[in-house]
């Protein structure tokens, strides 16, 4: 235990996910060895995160406006809808550049045992949304991009289940299968599974 102000600070870092008591010590002590115009930028933009930002009353991205850069650029293709479980999920596929709709974004997964039913996600919204195409186009696709896991796959299928009865939506699930340069031999059984079945005709 440190005194006063480092042992609070190591504490705040500490709860941060991914952070342990040993990495909050070694930020905290590299802010500590560092220059004050370090600390007060950084006192700065933690700040304008708590003042600023704000959630995309359309998706639910983070966003700096009422609607994100996304919802509000008229070249997005608006009859196609990526769901994902965070805003992190957006800028990652929006990396692939190979997705040129729009998204919703859920504000997690379903998890039962933690607590995170339906009505603790954006699902309602993406009903609501749905239902209500204030722009005239009508949604084709839903593509549902939730994490391959089993959060992730129960978010999944009751998505399917709620949005089975939109006439003329197609639901749609990321494939999931083997990464580029990795080998068969330390693929999981899950991943191979869902490689296999996920093949496609090369000729």
């Known amino acids: 235990m440190y005194e006063g102000p480092i042992q609070d600070l190591i504490d705040e870092l500490a709860k941060q996910?991914?952070?342990?008591?040993?990495?909050?010590?070694?930020?905290?002590?590299?802010?500590?060895?560092?220059?004050?115009?370090?600390?007060?930028?950084?006192?700065?933009?933690?700040?304008?995160?708590?003042?600023?930002?704000?959630?995309?009353?359309?998706?639910?991205?983070?966003?700096?406006?009422?609607?994100?850069?996304?919802?509000?650029?008229?070249?997005?293709?608006a009859t196609k809808i990526c769901v994902v479980e965070e805003p992190k999920d957006v800028h990652a596929i929006e990396r692939t550049k190979e997705f040129t709709g729009r998204y919703h974004v859920l504000g997690g997964a379903l998890d039962p045992l933690s607590g995170i039913g339906p009505d603790q996600l954006r699902i309602r919204e993406l009903l609501r949304r749905l239902a209500n195409q204030e722009d005239g186009v009508d949604v084709s696709e839903v593509i549902v991009a939730t994490d391959p896991n089993t959060e992730g796959e129960a978010t999944a299928t009751y998505l399917?289940?709620?949005?089975?009865?939109?006439?003329?939506?197609?639901?749609t699930r990321l494939a999931s299968g083997l990464p580029m340069g990795g080998d068969l031999e330390f693929a999981d059984e899950l991943t191979l599974g869902r490689a296999l079945s996920g093949r496609r005709i090369l000729a």
């Not at 399917?160 to 639901?171: A, C, E, H, N």
């Open 160 to 171: 399917q289940r709620m949005l089975k009865d939109f006439p003329g939506l197609s639901v």
């Open 17 to 77: 996910p991914g952070l342990g008591p040993k990495g909050a010590q070694r930020i905290a002590f590299h802010l500590l060895a560092g220059e004050k115009s370090d600390i007060d930028r950084l006192v700065a933009a933690l700040g304008r995160v708590r003042d600023d930002v704000v959630f995309c009353a359309e998706c639910g991205n983070v966003s700096a406006n009422r609607l994100c850069r996304i919802c509000s650029d008229s070249r997005r293709d």
